[in-house]
């Protein structure tokens, strides 16, 4: 059965600092993985998605990285903006069973501050 | 482009009552679709997923059930709500064939008294 897991649970920091969560995930053999933006009360917004052949992707001031092996991922945020105060999620497909079921991440809540 | 609604947007019910939600899909053909339910306190949790017409997957035993009436429409249903149903409910879609990125519904949140 897939894990996955995120630390921090919560991070706090001043505007204008570069930060980096974490996630990572008990079954390395994964297809892809996928970084989801949560606002309160609002729906998920896709961030990023990492094929397994991908070591990086990048969007914008956002970065991800993906090392299979060790079964991690990285989300480095560049220039924190107080706009960027969200909760972060990763996300992997289950490893066995039905291809198309995304296991979560509990999340990384995220507070920028001005 | 693509977009993805769903309605109500909030919704309060008192136990035992029945209970509809909806989600339409815009701009694309055969969508997977997906009911997400995110509890307080707690991840997200796949409901049911679908990859066409009529056909529905069922990932957690409830009383909950789902139908695919068009191509683009996914709807959640209840008979007779529980305290416990009560939770944000996230529809996503992604393409179809393999394991491609989802996108996500404003969601609706839904209070059982």
């Known amino acids: 059965k897939q894990e996955v897991t995120q630390i921090p649970a919560a991070l706090s920091v001043p505007e204008g600092e570069n930060l980096v969560l974490n996630c990572s995930f008990t079954d390395s053999a994964i297809y892809n993985l996928q970084w989801f933006r949560q606002d309160p009360g609002k729906g998920l917004t896709s961030l990023l998605l990492i094929q397994s052949s991908q070591r990086e992707q990048t969007s914008g001031r956002l970065n991800a990285s993906l090392d299979k092996s060790s079964g991690r991922s990285t989300l480095y945020i560049a220039a924190s903006q107080p706009g960027d105060s969200a909760t972060y999620l990763c996300a992997v497909p289950l490893s066995s069973g039905s291809a198309r079921q995304l296991t979560f991440g509990s999340g990384t809540q995220l507070t920028v501050l001005p | 482009s693509q977009t993805i609604h769903q309605w109500p947007a909030t919704l309060v019910q008192p136990v035992g009552s029945p209970l509809s939600l909806e989600c339409t899909v815009e701009g694309t053909s055969n969508p997977n679709l997906y009911w997400y339910r995110q509890a307080a306190g707690r991840g997200l949790q796949l409901l049911f997923y679908s990859v066409g017409i009529g056909q529905i997957s069922s990932e957690v035993p409830q009383n909950l059930s789902a139908s695919r009436p068009q191509d683009r429409q996914f709807i959640l249903s209840s008979k007779k709500l529980l305290l416990s149903d009560s939770g944000f409910y996230l529809c996503?879609?992604?393409?179809?064939?393999?394991?491609?990125?989802?996108?996500f519904g404003p969601g609706t949140r839904l209070t059982v008294l």
């Open positions: 996503a879609w992604s393409t179809g064939g393999g394991y491609n990125e989802q996108f």
